[in-house]
């Protein structure tokens, strides 16, 4: 189903494969049983919850809660913790589960904390990229889609806290 006002850019059957292949990706790379996801929300919480059921294996999940200051379409740089993981990540397997990359800000500040509290492994799965808009090189392992600098809502990620439930990634004109 599409939103009227919302055309597609990447529809369901797209983002189901791909996610898929995704999944066996990183279950090839990381064959441990303690992999843990780590879910940025709330714009992951779609991904998250389509990669983790399509993964064999063990997997464990948290989630945390991130805010860039100024709101809008586009990020300050300026990072807030709002929801702090429940749970440590000494000497484990952790991928952090992100919506989209854009200028890379919110991603390098969140590996920063987070490699700092000395997980053994820590990767990063993005479904969406924006490459021409990177500001920081930041490092993902696992990339969904690269796109084109358009500002894109639906599978979790919103405008104004709208359009998060659409089934598809949608570009808002
Ligand atoms: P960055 O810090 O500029 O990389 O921005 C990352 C965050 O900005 C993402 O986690 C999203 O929450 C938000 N964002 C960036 N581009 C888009 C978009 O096209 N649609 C929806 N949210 C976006
Ligand atoms: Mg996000």
Known sequence: MTHANVPVLIGQDALHDRIHTLAAEIRRDLP???????????GAFMFLSDLIRAMSGTVTIDFMALASYGGGKSSS?????????DKGLQGRDVIIIEDIV?????????????????PKTLR?????????RRLVDVGVDYIGFSIEDRFVVGYGLDYAEQYRNLPYIGILQ
């Open 124 to 132: 990063t799965a993005c479904l969406l990229s924006k490459p021409s």
């Open 102 to 118: 854009d200028t890379g800000l919110t991603l390098n500040y969140l590996q920063e904390i987070l490699r700092a509290r000395g």
């Open 77 to 85: 740089g300026e990072v807030k913790l709002l929801k702090d993981l």
């Open 32 to 42: 441990s049983e303690d992999l843990h996801f780590v879910c940025v929300l709330k």
